[in-house]
């Protein structure tokens, strides 16, 4: 009917066909359901992500050591080589040991020659004692003949000049047996030993603690890894160049040691504790699956070990978040050696 008659109006069609009605109330259903679904999935991310802080500010951590020479003097081998792994004792570099072999030479010659000190300072002991008891000896003869001379004096029957004379004569003996009591007592204390080492001569022990010396240089002379690990830094190491004693000639980035250090905003620390699980993300590996804990939480701020650290005045003073540093440790072995100082995205559940 509504074909026959034009003069229908497109009202009183729609009104008679109940399709667009329904299409329109489809329409602002959708147009109602997106932002309901936006507001709601928004919220739930919320609700499940809100127990979790992360940071990008975090970087791959290991335990280095700085190897150098404990005696100096001129590089004649090196072992080492940049990036090289080594294991612990492993040679690296050998420093000339002649002028020790020297010095272990001299010090063995003076050991010899305070021995032969020693011993003529018993010959010499040996011959005070002789020469006192030939004083001695003599001490008596010359007691009897001044007595001798002092009874004739009394009877008439010596000279005046005979007396002084057998006097003089005790007096010179008994002289020489005092020179020879100090002259033992003299060879005594030049061959005494003290407390701390009975039985050895000060100058022997003297010697012998110098030859000590001189092989634990010559020992030196070649140094060795303390750990194992991968060398580094070793560019420095050329045969014929002169090191210093105790200057850093190479470095050791030690094995299995690794962890992150993860710089938090100080708002992030709250509910933040010793213990609680980590998710680990390396920047060189993507989709290596890695997992941590954190190990321990920073004494200070960054700006507060800072070599420089910062001195706002009162008239300038911005306040700015600080950062504190988070150890985390790394549970399990990586699928892939991690290399210092790469950078990682690391995310902590506060919930646990």
């Known amino acids: 009917m509504a074909e026959s008659d034009p003069h229908l109006s497109a009202e009183s069609l729609m009104a008679a066909d109940p399709a667009p009605r329904k299409s329109r109330a489809r329409g602002l259903a959708l147009m109602l359901s997106v932002p309901v679904l936006v507001i709601g999935g928004a919220a739930y991310w919320y609700v499940a992500n809100d127990h979790y802080v992360s940071t990008d500010n975090a970087y791959v951590h290991q335990d280095k050591v700085s ?12 072992r080492a080589r940049e990036n090289q792994p080594v294991k612990a004792g492993d040679l690296l570099f050998r420093i000339d040991p002649e002028p020790f072999r020297i010095a272990e030479e001299q010090a063995t010659a003076a050991i010899a020659a305070a021995q032969v000190e ?6 010499d002991l040996n011959g005070a004692q002789a020469e006192i008891d030939a004083a001695r000896d003599a001490v008596r003869f ?11 004096m009394a009877t008439g029957f010596t000279t005046r000049a005979a007396l002084e004379k057998a006097q003089n004569d005790l007096a010179q003996a008994r002289g020489r047996l005092a020179d020879g009591l100090a002259t033992q007592a003299k060879r005594r204390a030049d061959l005494a030993t003290g407390a701390a080492a009975p039985g050895v001569n000060p100058a022997v022990l003297a010697g012998e603690a110098q030859r000590h010396q001189a092989l634990l240089n010559l020992r030196r002379t070649e140094v060795r890894a303390p750990v194992g690990g991968i060398v580094s830094q070793a560019d420095r190491l050329q045969i014929g160049q002169m090191l210093p004693q105790s200057l850093p000639a190479l470095s050791i980035v030690m094995d299995g040691r690794s962890w992150i250090e993860a710089n938090f905003k100080e708002t992030d620390l709250k509910a933040m504790h010793v213990g609680q699980p980590v998710e680990i993300k390396v920047d060189a590996y993507p989709g290596m699956p890695l997992t941590g ?29 600080q950062r504190v540093p988070v150890r985390i440790a790394i549970d399990g072995r990586p699928d892939r050696s991690l290399i210092a100082g790469l ?10």
């Open 293 to 321: 804990h954190v190990a321990s939480i920073g004494a200070g701020t960054g700006s507060e070990f800072a070599v420089l650290p910062a001195q706002n005045a009162n008239g300038n003073w911005v306040k700015v978040t």
């Open 142 to 152: 010359y007691e009897l003949a001044s007595r001798r001379q002092s009874d004739l």
């Open 67 to 78: 190897v150098s020479a404990e005696v100096g003097g001129r590089i004649v081998e090196v």
């Open 343 to 352: 950078s990682t995205h690391v995310r902590i559940d506060t919930s646990r």
């Open 118 to 123: 020693v011993g003529a300072m018993q010959a």
